[in-house]
């Protein structure tokens, strides 16, 4: 049986195949259409995804979309009502592209595909899982339990905004789900907004500024009252209801009323190019422990409605690896499993396993390794042929390495240098996060590597931290984990036999100041607050990466690198091996891997295409 699974239309396109309860392929479209979270029809994705598994759109037995649009539109209409008069603004923008597109999905999806290819609309079945269904599906089918709580939480699916479900065998029982306008996601999201950064990307960035505030300092403790006293009411079950006269994201177009929070707070929204302040930080760390308290809240409460000894997450809030090694850490559940995909774009892969094991009524088998993720490597690879025609193309100087241990060790010998370099092997990660299929790796003991890798080849914020990618059987030789966390989505702290003590006055230091504060023996990886974004490598799922920091630990005895997404600010991960050679001749990166070819930079002919990146691509 074969089911293609589409998320689409707000943001994070994505297609997804799975045949028989296997995943077979899924990726977003921005990946194809270079366009940061592309909510257009995920045309480029589809394609991949049929192609790859060698499958027609006539051979499909259903396409399932992540999401039921008409409940959606009864929520705008009920929404715009129930707020009379406000909104009119928001509601004339609204309304008609309602009216012309997003009423008539089923025929919008049908004319999308049919440019792909043709199908029998009556053979082929068009279903519309609920969105945290899609999300629900996403998270339990691919982990290793027979038996879990599902926690689902973002900004806002048709009514839902987060949801506790009971896993069991091929069955998914809702229990309980909290509705709009009432979201820990939107709450999270309004922060995100006014602190100066991006609404539905920015949202990572906020998570990271977080632990330059001062922990139980008065300002802190000050805005968490505020928080809780005015903006929110936090309920024992972790459920909320939100102050709407303080938001503005139900019927305006943003998401804060910016006056009524700056008399809140004592300081006006911050502009994304504004400098960060000491109150900066204080506001992100007061609305990120807020967040912590709600989700081990709502922890407490699934593992109470259920009994189960394990958790399985998805939803956009499940991508707050803070958050969820706090979860972790509570011991409410033995183990947790996070969908790497947990946003819209692993929406599409929900609706479709949903489809498979609930509406077909498909057994389900339980994944036999960590997972039935694949690592998460289930997008496009690439051959040599494909490397050549771009080496063709450029007149790029290469070397050629016929044996992998050799790549292994030129690379890992190039890595303890100091040098940066992008990597790129094998299939493109679902997700987020570059897991060692496209990343731009470097040496976690260098001093200077966060510094280099934000200003010379990420083009972003200083403060922005740096994950580790660690062997999987030495993960506790380096941090307070003892278990696998292949998809980077927990954070957990730094050995204590690892950490530089603090000096005197360290919490009046400038951001600045404290960045560079030397803070472990793994200085690159080690946030400010001794903390670390673990990705465990394990040679079931990517040998190739594993090799690779396998020998970095014969050279150094380290067997932890620094890993981190292969593009630019603003850009979408890279895809190609066109992508991949564009973004390291137009960044100061090193050395680039693409499969088993090694491109040194001093090397390359000049670069002759106009530098133009931050015009191309819109920073977020």
């Known amino acids: 049986m074969k089911i293609l699974g589409i998320s689409a239309f707000y943001h994070d396109s994505a297609a997804a195949l799975i045949i028989n309860g296997e995943i077979i392929a899924a990726a977003q479209e921005e990946r194809f259409t270079r366009k940061k979270h592309d909510p257009n ?3 480029n994705a589809v394609k991949f995804c049929l192609e790859y598994a060698g499958v027609q759109l006539n051979q499909l037995d259903a396409i399932a979309f992540y999401d039921k649009p008409l409940l959606k539109f009864e929520r705008l209409l009920e929404t715009y009502y129930a707020f009379v008069p406000k909104g009119l603004s928001s509601f004339i923008t609204a309304i008609p592209v309602w009216l012309k597109e997003k009423m008539f999905l089923k025929r919008l999806l049908s004319e999308e595909l049919e440019k792909i290819g043709t199908f029998d609309k009556k053979k082929v079945k068009m279903l519309f899982p609920e969105h945290h269904l899609s999300h629900a599906a996403s998270a339990y089918y691919p982990s290793p339990f027979d038996d879990a709580a599902i926690l689902t939480i ?3 699916g048709e009514w839902a905004t987060a949801s506790i479900s009971h896993g069991k065998g091929k069955e998914i029982k809702i229990l309980k789900e909290m509705k709009f306008p009432h979201s820990l996601g939107l709450l999270y999201s309004a922060f995100t907004y006014f602190l100066g950064f991006k609404v539905n990307s920015g949202e990572y960035k906020l998570m990271g500024l977080a632990p330059y505030g001062v ?10 009252e505020i928080i809780k006293n005015v903006l929110v009411d936090i309920k024992e079950d972790g459920s909320i209801w939100l102050n709407q006269d303080y938001f503005n994201y139900a019927t305006g177009l943003t998401m804060v009323h ?10 006006k929204a911050r502009k994304p190019e504004d400098e960060l302040q000491l109150h900066h930080c204080n506001l992100g760390l007061a609305i990120q422990e807020v967040t912590e308290e709600t989700v081990l809240l709502m922890g407490r409460e699934a593992k109470r409605l259920t009994g189960s000894d394990y958790l399985c997450m998805a939803g956009g809030v499940a991508l707050n690896c803070v958050a969820n090694g706090k979860l972790y850490n509570s011991k409410i559940f033995k183990n947790i499993f996070i969908q790497p995909a947990a946003g819209d774009a692993g929406g599409a892969l929900g609706a479709a396993q949903a489809a498979y094991h ?29 490397v050549m025609k771009v080496i063709k193309k450029y007149g790029a100087s290469y070397k050629y390495f016929k044996d992998a241990q050799g790549l292994s060790q030129e690379v890992a010998q190039r890595l303890s240098e100091g040098n940066v370099i992008g990597w790129m092997q094998g299939r493109m990660e679902f997700g987020p996060r570059a897991l060692g299929g496209r990343s731009i790796l470097g040496d976690p003991r260098n001093e200077e590597m966060q510094k280099k890798l934000n200003v010379k080849i990420k083009y972003r914020e200083s403060f922005r931290p740096f994950a580790p990618s660690v062997l999987a059987e030495d993960c506790a030789e380096y941090f307070e984990h003892d278990s696998a966390s292949p998809y980077m989505l927990l954070v957990q702290p730094v050995q204590q036999k690892r950490r530089k003590p603090l000096p ?68 979408p991960i890279i895809c190609t091996p066109e992508d991949a050679y564009r973004c390291f001749m137009r960044t100061e990166m090193d050395y680039l891997v693409v499969g088993n070819f090694v491109f040194e930079k001093k090397q390359q002919p000049q670069w002759q295409e106009k530098d133009n990146w931050k015009e191309e691509f819109t920073l977020d």
């Open 41 to 43: 029809f995920p045309t």
């Open 154 to 156: 973002d900004g806002v």
């Open 215 to 224: 922990p139980g300092s008065d300002q802190v403790k000050k805005y968490k």
């Open 258 to 267: 910016e006056e009524k929070w700056q008399k809140l707070f004592g300081f």
């Open 358 to 386: 609930i509406y077909f009524d498909r057994p389900r088998t339980k994944a036999e390794t960590l997972d039935s993720m694949k690592g998460s490597y289930l997008g496009p690879e690439y051959s040599d042929d494909d």
């Open 504 to 571: 005197q006055g360290y919490d009046s230091f400038s951001l600045k100041e404290k960045l560079y504060h030397l803070r472990s023996d793994m200085p690159a990886i080690t946030h400010i607050d001794f903390s670390a974004r673990i990705q465990t490598v394990h040679p079931e799922t990517n040998p190739k990466y594993y090799e690779l920091v396998r020998e970095f630990k014969k050279l150094t005895g380290y067997g932890v690198i620094v890993n981190t997404s292969f593009n630019v600010r603003g850009e």
